[in-house]
């Protein structure tokens, strides 16, 4: 590790059509997303709602590089899915939330795995967990007529568990809510 340089991972939210992403850079994207019509109409948001991208930032000090010494992140991000349907007395339809990665952390040609990183839940609702397998399911859940809802706060933690080249280190997470 160079001088006192401290490893930093950006992370942030943002949302495409039915996928929402967490732990990205760009400001391109909105936070949420609904897919209206006639039910069922789903509901996927990550991180503040708008146009802009949440970033979460990790800065691990120079004397506690890769000592196993956690590192929380900057700010907690809000993940909420919810679906409606209606009709009849038809079975519940199932909703499931997944979280997936296409690269692992980066700077230039240094990576860090996503392994690294976990998560604690604030009200257990979409359970604490770690990108120890990814893509990862975090939630499914059955909706029946009306509205169903499921949010959670998440609060990331680097777990600072290897040494790795000095840097700010960006990747990509993306959520997907599903309704069958």
């Known amino acids: 590790m160079g001088n006192s340089e401290a490893v930093a991972m950006m ?4 949302s495409l059509i039915a996928l929402g992403a ?3 850079l760009s400001l391109a994207q ?5 897919i209206s019509g006639p ?10 709602l708008g146009a802009t991208v949440d970033t979460v930032t990790f800065t691990v000090p120079s004397n506690a590089v890769g000592d196993g010494t956690e590192v929380g ?6 993940i ?4 409606k349907r209606s009709g009849g007395s038809g079975s519940p339809g199932s909703v499931v939330l997944t979280v997936d990665s296409f690269a692992p ?3 230039g040609p240094n990576t860090i795995p996503w392994d690294e990183i976990r998560w604690d839940s604030a009200d257990g609702v979409i359970p604490a967990g770690s990108f120890d397998t990814l893509p990862k399911t975090l939630l499914s859940f059955a909706a029946g007529n009306g509205t169903t809802r499921r949010e959670d706060t998440h609060t990331f933690f680097f777990k600072n568990t290897s040494v790795y080249m000095a840097g700010t280190y960006n990747g990509t997470m ?3 809510a599903m309704v069958f």
């Open 73 to 78: 992140g900057s700010q907690s991000v809000l």
């Open 174 to 176: 993306i959520y997907t």
């Open 39 to 48: 039910p069922p109409q789903l509901h996927l948001a990550v991180g503040t």
């Open 105 to 107: 952390l980066a700077s």
């Open 30 to 34: 909105a936070s949420h997303i609904s």
């Open 11 to 14: 992370f942030a939210a943002r």
């Open 80 to 83: 909420e899915v919810a679906v």
């Open 22 to 24: 967490v732990l990205a």
